[in-house]
């Protein structure tokens, strides 16, 4: 069976124990209970399928997965089964085709194969992040998970340094895997965020390393499986902000911490929930609600800055460091995903 780069790097990711406790491709019991009740079917909680899709019904007990002509990896088939009409709106809460990961969920197979991963190639491994080696790391450390798919402004550096005053130290964690058009590049977050820690995050406890896996823009329930990945990386807090892995206008703005707060107690992890930071020009410095009741406050706005960059500026100091909006600008036609 020929698979493409993300089907791979969730064989990878299973692999390494990245997706721990799965074993393999998610069989029919733990598809059905993820989608109705955002747990596994021992009653774990996890809120994203991690499925391997195909276009027709088959019946192999074995099947070898193929990437560029190679073979890395067989799934030991424990079952095939047919994913439901509705399970998209179950898991995103919409079907509108305009939402980025509803629209790349409906292109992919209506068949699912359930079954423990076996990689062929341990070399794949090697440039995978890898629990072991993170659990090492932060052994005997209270450390704080930070997702981001973006590079740093003003907003994300409070969040960082806010995490600081909880926990020795602060995984800062970008995803690179698949984004849509428009997100920055893998290239342009590494380079801002190197800006960020070399020049003002010098001998603080920071850690720093890229997640590869695909953003689905689920809001609430990908926020669950954010935490999950930092908690088997060895993390003991995971950050959850603002409309924490949301897209457009599909999910309210604190929707991902009202999941987490009913979830808390079933995870082996410590959610922070932190208020939407902004700017106070009365206060001049990054604040939230919680601690300004200022009304003339200017909100970090992603969609403004990513335009001031695309054309060349930097934009206010009250918004992001200098050095982080150079490097990126550096970058040029590399800023951003085209495709």
């Not at 780069?5 to 990711?13: F, G």
């Not at 019946?59 to 990437?67: P, R």
């Amino acid at each position: 069976m020929q698979i493409n780069s993300e089907t791979l790097q969730d064989v990878i990711n299973i692999s390494v124990g990245l997706f721990a406790p799965l074993t393999g491709f998610m069989d029919s019991k733990d598809y059905r209970s993820v989608v109705d009740n955002m747990t596994l079917a021992n009653g774990e909680v996890w809120t994203i399928p991690i499925t391997l899709d195909s276009q027709e019904m088959i019946s192999d007990d074995e099947i070898y997965l193929e990437y560029n002509g190679k073979k890395v990896a067989k799934v030991e088939v424990e079952d095939i089964y047919k994913i439901k009409d509705d399970d998209i709106l179950k898991v995103y809460k919409t079907t509108d085709t305009n939402h980025p990961g509803v629209k790349k969920e409906l292109n992919r197979g209506k068949y699912r194969i359930g079954g423990k991963v076996i990689l062929l190639d341990e070399s794949l491994k090697e440039n995978s992040l890898n629990p072991a080696k993170t659990k090492k790391l932060f052994k005997n450390k209270t450390v704080a998970g930070f997702q981001t798919r973006n590079i740093p402004h003003k907003a994300h550096e409070y969040l960082h340094r806010l995490a600081l005053e909880f926990c020795d130290a602060l995984f800062i964690n970008p995803l690179v895997g698949w984004k849509k058009k428009g997100d920055f590049s893998q290239k342009a977050v590494e380079a801002g965020y190197k800006a960020l820690i070399d020049n003002y995050y010098t001998n603080l406890n920071i850690y720093f390393d890229t997640l590869k896996t695909p953003m689905r823009y689920a809001g609430p329930r990908e926020a669950i499986f954010h935490a999950i990945i930092r908690k088997n990386l060895g993390c003991t807090h995971f950050i959850i902000g603002r409309d924490h892995a949301g897209v457009g206008e599909y999910y309210g703005k604190y929707e991902a911490q009202e999941l987490a707060k009913k979830l808390q107690d079933k995870l082996d992890i410590k959610i922070l929930l932190f208020k939407e930071p902004y700017y106070c020009p009365k206060c001049e410095q990054i604040v939230s609600e919680n601690c300004c009741g200022h009304d003339d406050i200017v909100r970090i706005s992603g969609t403004k800055i990513r335009k001031m960059l695309s054309e060349g500026k930097v934009p206010p100091k009250e918004l992001m460091r200098k050095e982080v909006a150079q490097a990126v600008i550096e970058l040029k036609e590399d800023m951003f995903i085209r495709h």
